[in-house]
């Protein structure tokens, strides 16, 4: 088996990567080289002035999702496409959506009214005149509720189920004023204490357009009695402070607010680019990013929108290079549909994707003015993969996060492999602070910067299409998942029994060691999708709580969320009902998680017989 290495490399391999940590996978020198030819030639095509071109004629709409803006700019997208040969398909839909249209506060008796907006996926009201309860930083709010959006005390029972009633602000018939953002997780306790209304001041000179909805993508009979009721607005810090001085001198209580969101069914458009592997069933990478924007979304996310187009047009014109294949989708109604667009491809296209897709692969809010700091989101199967890339184009250590609940990344369920590349500004350069308000216009993006960023991404995917072994770190995913368990024991101090977990843990990182070690040297496409196969159940109880088919609610819980209640086996007395509650739901979580691990070693035992030797 021959595994190239950085020492005596030649300088081409510098391009694909070899010092930023391995990636769990045996190449051949060829092999490797045969990537990196493809990143020189995609590099040499995604230039600055081509990525302009795109960035100029994506960033001149207005582009709300299911509005002219994001229809013109998916026209101008598909006309790029078809000049240049590229098989391309236009998907039509129906999806639930939220626009914001319109909000005013007023408190009453002082004649300020500041400028303030509402939210997506927020409630509509009009007139609602109520006494104020200032709940201070939205950090502070009572945290009552279980992984799955639901309060976890009963009605009468305090938090350790003592009989006594839980001592939270009655907010019935009240608007809560409170610093922060107003996401769905705050937006959700709040409603769960009452509230008849909501205004949240900003802790910035701002305001973001943002949405509340723990629903992520189209509403079922699972989950559509989440979609929020709460009316929600929204005013800049100077404005929030003026509001409090004005209670805090007696000679105000009360806030009148009307708030005004249109919400329903609305026709969507999902454009994706088709480009081949060498084979009509051959594996292939789903490369994706949202379409829609706040306003014009210069670099949310035009530049992203820009760079995935050129770099289809640059893989498809050296198609004849890959072992895989890739399609390329630009997501509509992420913001305002909650990842509706990535959603519906996933309802639609499940079998396709668990039979042929070997990774997903996220492109967000690339291009940034001023922006100096790498990083990178990643499973822990693709973190070393992201480590290498930057590493060799430009020097910087990334340490990669595991995957959020945000950026279209809607493929848990599926199981696939998750890359997503970030460049970012300094907080102290002034940060992001455009991110979703109509300063996110065409100059924020930097050509030079978004060059840089449409390469690494290039690099990437030359690697994930034209490595003979796709570079995957199988037993990275199993390594994280054991460090996980260890945490989870300790968080309930020492009163969640994980044995026999660990111990089969230990059974699957042999394996799939042994898996890894006895790649094929020039690839199999077999192979490929049986390693991800390998993945599939770890993915499932790593970054989902409900399953493969039925997304999980908007809120992240972090990794192994199943687990995460141990800590409150350690916070509660054995007779509580709270903590049997909780042993209840780890008992059954354990068993999830015991079958998942059973499942990934029969499939890396199996295939570690099909390779042999």
């Not at 490595?467 to 009163?495: C, F, I, K, Y």
């Amino acid at each position: 088996m021959i595994r190239s290495t950085c020492a005596g490399a030649m300088a081409l391999l510098l391009i694909v990567g070899c010092g930023g940590g391995s990636t769990g996978t045996s190449r051949t020198a060829a092999g490797a080289g045969e990537a990196g030819q493809l990143a020189t030639a995609v590099r040499a095509e995604v230039t600055a002035e081509a990525l302009g071109v795109q960035v100029d004629s994506i960033d001149q709409y207005d582009r709300l999702s299911g509005g002219p803006g994001e229809n013109a700019a998916i026209d101008h997208i598909v006309a790029v496409l078809q000049h240049d040969g590229v098989p391309v398909s236009v998907d039509s839909f129906t999806a639930f959506i939220s626009d914001p249209v319109s909000a005013s506060v007023e408190v009453v008796g002082s004649g300020f009214s500041p400028h303030a907006i509402t939210i997506a996926g927020s409630g509509s009201i009009q007139g609602l005149d109520a006494p104020v309860v200032d709940l201070g930083e939205a950090s502070d709010l009572p945290d009552f509720l279980t992984s799955t959006g639901e309060r976890l005390v009963l009605v009468g029972r305090g938090p350790s189920g003592s009989g006594d009633a839980p001592q939270y602000p009655d907010l019935r018939g009240k608007i809560a004023l409170v610093t922060g953002t107003p996401g769905p997780d705050e937006v959700t306790r709040i409603s769960a204490l009452g509230a008849a209304g909501a205004v949240f001041v900003n802790p910035d000179e701002r305001v973001n357009d943002l949405t509340t909805t723990t629903v992520w993508g189209g509403p079922s009979l699972r989950n559509y009695q989440r979609i929020p009721t709460l009316p929600v607005a929204e005013v800049k810090r100077s404005d929030g402070d003026r509001i409090r001085d004005l209670l805090r001198g007696g000679g105000a209580s009360r806030i009148r607010m009307s708030t005004m969101t249109r919400a329903g069914w609305k026709p969507l458009r999902l454009v994706t680019a088709h480009i081949p592997g060498p084979t009509q069933d051959a594996p292939y990478v789903l490369l994706g990013g949202h379409i829609d924007a706040w306003y014009h979304g210069g670099t949310d996310n035009g530049g992203a929108n820009a760079a995935m187009l050129e770099l289809a047009r640059a893989f498809h014109r050296h198609r004849s290079q890959l072992r895989r294949g890739l399609v390329v989708a630009w997501w509509p109604g992420h913001s305002n549909g909650r990842y509706a667009g990535s959603t519906w491809y996933v309802d639609h296209h499940f079998d396709a994707l668990r039979r042929g897709a070997v990774a997903y692969v996220n492109v967000e809010g690339v291009g940034q003015m001023g922006a100096k700091r790498f990083g990178a989101s990643a499973t822990a199967s693709l973190a070393g993969l992201a480590r290498a890339v930057v590493q060799a184009a430009v020097g910087d250590s990334v340490h990669p996060r595991p995957p959020g609940r945000n950026s279209d990344q809607s493929f848990n369920g599926v199981g696939l492999p998750l890359l997503q590349l970030s460049h970012s500004r300094l907080q102290e350069d002034g940060g992001y602070w455009w991110w979703h308000t109509p300063d996110d216009t065409r100059d924020k993006v930097d050509l030079d910067v978004l060059e840089v960023d449409a390469r690494l991404y290039g690099d990437a995917l030359s690697r994930l299409l034209a490595e003979p072994n796709l570079p995957l770190d199988v037993p990275a995913t199993v390594e994280r998942l054991g460090d996980l368990l260890d945490e989870a024991e300790s968080a309930s101090g020492g009163r969640l029994d994980l044995t026999e977990a660990k111990a089969r843990q230990r059974t699957l990182l042999e394996s799939v060691r042994s898996v890894e070690n006895a790649l094929p040297e020039d690839g199999d496409p077999a192979v490929d999708l049986a390693r991800v196969d390998i993945l599939r159940p770890l993915h499932r109880v790593l970054y989902t709580l409900q399953g493969p088919y039925h997304p999980d609610p908007a809120t992240d819980e972090g990794a192994l969320p199943g687990l995460k209640p141990a800590s409150l086996l350690a916070a509660d007395a054995p007779t509580t009902d709270r903590y049997h509650f909780t042993e209840t739901t780890l008992l059954r979580e354990t068993a999830r998680l015991l079958e998942a691990l059973d499942r990934a070693n029969e499939r890396a035992q199996r295939l570690r017989a099909q390779l042999g030797g």
